[in-house]
Every structure is written in C-alpha cells, then in structure tokens.
C-alpha cells in the first residue's frame, strides 16, 4: 500500500498538470475547475432550501413539460437541483430564464439526510431578475480571452482575433432578433481560402460543446428518472459562404425570430474571395464583422486541448444576459444614427452603403446594440450602457471602413442609384407614400393608411414593402410602426 504522503503529493501533481483543461462539465471535481460564483449561487441555493416551509429562492430554469419545471443555481450543475410546480401560474418563466421563485415546499423526504432533489416547491409567484454583477465578471480579461482563443495560430490581428471573441461571447436574444454575432472571413488572395475555413475550423474546436446547445446531459431527477438538458440555448456553428448563401440557412443567417430553435448562435463564414457578387448576399448583409484577411496564420501543433480559463470565461459570460440602460431606451436610432449617415454618404458613391440599413427593429441598429450587449458581456456588466454602445458603433465602422477601403483600392464596386432612380421604377403609389414621408415623418402606419385610404389594403402594403426593401423608407421606433425617409 502506497504511503499516503505519496498519494496526497501524487494527486498535487495531477491537480498541477490538468489545472488549464477543461475536463468538461461532469468531470469537474477540483474547485479551481468552477467559477467562483457557481459556488457562491450554489451555497446560497442550498442556504434558501433550509429556510421554513415558506421558499424563497432563484435559479436558471429548465422547462420539464406540462406546468413542472426543474430550478438549478448554475446552468452547468447537474447535481443541485429542485422541482417547481407552476399550476398556479398565469404563464411559466423560459427555458434558461434566470428567476426569483416564491412558494411552498410540499414534499421532503427525510432518512436523516438532506437531500435537496427530494424537495419540490409549489410556485406561488416568480420574477425574471438578473445574477448579481459580481457573479458576471470574467476571472480574465478579454484581451487574455482573445489571445487564448487563437493561442495555436501564429501572427492573427487584433481586429479579427477580437470579432472572433466577440462572436463566440455572442448576445442574448430581442423581440427582433435572434442572438449571437456573425463574423465573416474573405481573403485578400484566393490562395488565402482554405486558411480561412481552417482557423474557423479551429476555433469551433476551443469551443467546450458541453457549453452549448449542441451537447446534452443527463441529470438524476427524482420522480422522473434521468432527464437530458443542455446548459445554454447557444449553439456555435461555421460555413462556407457558398452554403450560407442556400436559402435552407436564410431564417438563420438573418437571425429572424420565428423558425429557430436558437435564443443564440454563433456564426462564423469563410468566403472564397474578396468580396460577394452581390451585396445581397445574405452572407455579407447580416455579417456582424465582415473582416478580409491579408495573410495565412500559421497553426501550431494540434487544437486538441480545452482551455480552462478559456471554457470558464465563456460559461461566466454566457450567464449573463444584460438589460439594456435607461441611457439608451427608445434612443437607440437616435444614438447610432449620425456615424450611420456619415459613412452610408461616404461609400454610397460605390454601393457599399448599401450594407447600411437604418431600420431600428431589424436592420444596423440592432446589428449594433447586439455587440454592445456582447461588450458587457465581456466587461463583466449587467447593463448596456452608452459606453459599451459607442464601443459597439467604433467596432462596427472599424472592420467595415477596413474591408470597404479594401474593395475601393481593387476597384469593386456594387452600384449605386439616386433616390429618384430608385422612386422611377415604383409604381404611382409607392411614390405618392414617399411624398407623404418626406413632408410627414415619424408617422405610424395608421397615420399613413389613413391619408391613402381609397387605396386597396393589398396595394397599400405591397407599395410600402417595395419602399422598404429599396431602402427609401425605414421603421425608426422600436415600439410603434412608425416610418422616416432613408438618411
């Protein structure tokens, strides 16, 4: 039998050599391998359950069917959990929703142990709250994030090493629009090509799948056996933009709402060329960092390995689903809208700012806003305020003027058409909705229909769509329809 001194020093050094892995979420058993507020969450989860028969506790949400839901304090625990009985409620908290449960412990076995999964709550009330900000910060910074995420790969730029990041931190989903960043890689030379579809190949390796929506696990359940849950609703993917371009992709590449199992995904796209034939090219129009690449990067050894810190900065910031502040409300077209204008007038002579689309609900707006909310999500904050969102509008114009400056000097050009060229191939109603715009703008479509109201409804919404999809009108408010002429 080995002298126990041995096994203790043994053991420090097993401890010592796996202390940067990711071992994934099961096998976690050192505590240097769980952030620092999952243990936190964990003991204050415990600490509410040994409270009277009165329960007030909060936890992530894992929807079980019917009007039972399970409640964890961390989205990667598989061991800590209790049963929530909803029949009362009016309507259910979502799937991985963070909430404050009020309610009635109504079963507890007991055999002289506790034994948190033998409880189960009947719900009374609950509340959508969000993690405290100190269970938000990141253990590392995003420029030590940004270097391990590319640490195999010799000579990436900062601007592209930094998009990446942010892609992979992504952004919770709105009402518009479905989370997570698109970044999109176009060499400068073909021969840089199958560079670009590697490194992304790559960095989907540094990803832990047990993170994401890609992977479920199993968790004992009292009651009901072992149940299969996946930590986040966040799901990282990459592609050619040959096969992005197929329109089986195009709910997802525009991030539509509707038709996605998604809440987020990461995107990442590798072109073959430099730029798309067409600006239309659903690729390139939702691209959140459109980025050409000048050289290869060369790859060191094998990406085999998961990094820990790298995989516990991803499971802090994916917890953290920041609300947008005050500071920016119902101000957001407001906010972006004068750097918009500024570049949209500057690359217009060349088509480029065709890539600009004003419209507040689901155009560059929003682009914006989403990699502002990434931002706090890197910075460790629970708010998106106007720092994290001139931030997001410095980040956006800097990979756009970089790749559209790229384009010019090769002399690729999409095109360009004058208001009244646009207007001259509409038809008469079109024109008159126009009119009306310019004289009136802000106005709701209620406000509009009401000054057409000889005209058939049919043709009324097919003449606004066509001044929508030719980009002379846009929605300028997030919370009524309302309509403005193109900056």
């Known amino acids: 039998m080995p002298d126990i001194l041995d096994v203790v020093v043994r053991d420090r050094k097993d401890l010592l050599a796996e202390r940067f892995l990711w071992r994934g979420i099961r096998d976690r058993t050192w505590q240097r391998e769980y952030l620092g507020s999952e243990l936190m969450l964990k003991q204050l989860f415990r600490d509410s359950l040994r409270s009277r028969s009165r329960i007030e506790i909060d936890g992530f949400v894992t929807r079980l069917g019917a009007r039972r839901f399970l409640l ?62 100190d269970f938000v910060r990141p253990e590392i910074t995003f420029r030590e994030a940004a270097n391990l995420l590319v640490e195999k790969h010799v000579d990436v730029i900062k601007p592209l090493k930094e998009s990446l990041l942010l892609s992979i931190i992504s952004s919770p989903k709105d009402l518009f629009r479905i989370g997570g960043l698109t970044t999109s890689l176009m060499p400068l030379t073909y021969t840089l090509a199958p560079s670009l579809a590697r490194l992304l190949s790559d960095i989907l390796k540094t990803i832990p799948k047990d993170l994401t ?60 060329s430099i730029a798309p034939e067409s600006l239309d090219e659903i690729w390139i129009r939702h691209s959140d960092f ?35 502040s005050p500071s920016i ?45 990434a931002l706090a999500r890197a ?27 790229a384009w010019e000097d090769r002399d690729i050009t999409y095109g360009f058409h004058t208001v009244d060229e646009k207007l001259g191939n509409l038809g008469k109603t079109s024109k008159k909705i126009y009119t009306y715009l310019m004289d009136n703008p802000n106005s709701s479509t209620s406000e509009i229909r009401e000054n057409f109201s000889k005209i058939s ?6 003449s606004l769509q066509q001044l929508i999809q030719e980009g002379l009108v846009y929605r300028t408010s997030e919370i009524d329809d309302t309509y403005c002429v193109a900056i």
């Open 213 to 272: 929506s890609d992977r479920q696990l199993q968790i004992g359940v009292s009651g009901l056996g072992r149940i299969r849950v996946s930590p986040f609703s966040w799901g990282a993917l990459t592609t050619s933009s040959r096969e992005a371009s197929r329109s089986r992709h195009a709910k997802l590449f525009s991030r539509t709402v509707s038709g996605s199992g998604f809440n987020e995904v990461t995107i990442g796209i590798s072109s073959e």
């Open 72 to 133: 964890r304090p961390s989205p990667a625990d598989l061991e800590c959990h209790i049963i929530c009985e909803g029949e009362g409620l009016r309507r259910l908290p979502a799937d991985f929703e963070f909430v404050r449960v009020a309610g009635y412990r109504t079963i507890l076995k007991s055999n002289g142990r506790f034994r948190i999964g033998d409880n189960v709550i009947r719900v009374e009330s609950y509340e959508s709250i969000r993690l405290p900000s």
């Open 329 to 373: 409300g119902d101000d957001l077209l407001k906010l972006v809208k004068n750097p918009l204008s500024k570049m949209k007038r500057t690359y217009d002579p060349n088509g480029y700012g065709g890539l600009i689309d004003p419209d507040v609900q689901y155009g560059t707006p929003r682009d914006i806003l989403h990699i502002a909310k």
């Open 457 to 462: 409804a049919t043709i009324y919404d097919s």
């Open 379 to 405: 910075a460790g904050s629970d708010t998106v305020d106007l720092i994290h969102l001139h931030e997001a509008i410095d980040k956006f114009r800097e990979v756009r003027e970089a790749t559209f400056d």
């Open 290 to 324: 459109p980025i050409i690449v000048d050289h290869a990067s060369e790859r060191i050894g094998h990406v085999k390995e998961l990094d820990l810190d790298l995989a516990k900065f991803f499971l802090t910031v994916h917890m953290n689903m920041p609300a947008t």
